[in-house]
Nanobody, 131 residues
Framework: QVQLAESGGGSVQAGGSLRLSCAAS????????MGWFRQAPGKEREGVAA????????????YYPNAVKGRFTIALDNAKNTLDLQIDNLSPEDTGMYFC????????????????????WGQGTQVTVSS
């Protein structure tokens, strides 16, 4: 059973930064997609950053929704088996539980920023931003 474990959440003031980390129990090259999702109270889970891991160790492609471009940066560390999410210039709207997810299957029709289709999920790490 693949395990994902998030860390790095906390309470920060608006304008601050956080770096979240997702530790995977197997090397990330076993996955096709990995992503970060957040869920605010009463809202649906939404994708904030994702990667498509190219085959044969040829790097990865990054995906972000327009709402977070320029503030969120996703990074894969194959040596540490981690997927990090750097969040800068935090706002109260960024408050929520942040989840890491992974998908094994490669598909031409998969939308990496949608939570549907990811088959492994972590337990989440809470981010709270105060104004």
């Amino acid at each position: 059973q693949v395990q994902l474990a998030e860390s790095g959440g906390g309470s920060v003031q608006a304008g601050g930064s956080l770096r979240l980390s997702c530790a995977a129990s197997i090397p990330p090259y076993n996955y096709a997609y990995m992503g970060w999702f957040r869920q605010a109270p009463g809202k649906e889970r939404e994708g904030v950053a994702a990667i498509y891991i190219r085959e044969s160790g040829a790097g990865y492609d990054e995906y972000y929704p327009n709402a977070v471009k320029g503030r969120f940066t996703i990074a894969l560390d194959n040596a540490k088996n981690t997927l990090d999410l750097q969040i800068d210039n935090l706002s109260p709207e960024d408050t929520g539980m942040y989840f890491c997810a992974a998908r094994n299957s490669r598909s031409d029709f998969f939308l990496p920023l949608r939570p549907q289709g990811y088959n492994s999920w972590g337990q989440g790490t809470q981010v709270t931003v105060s104004s």
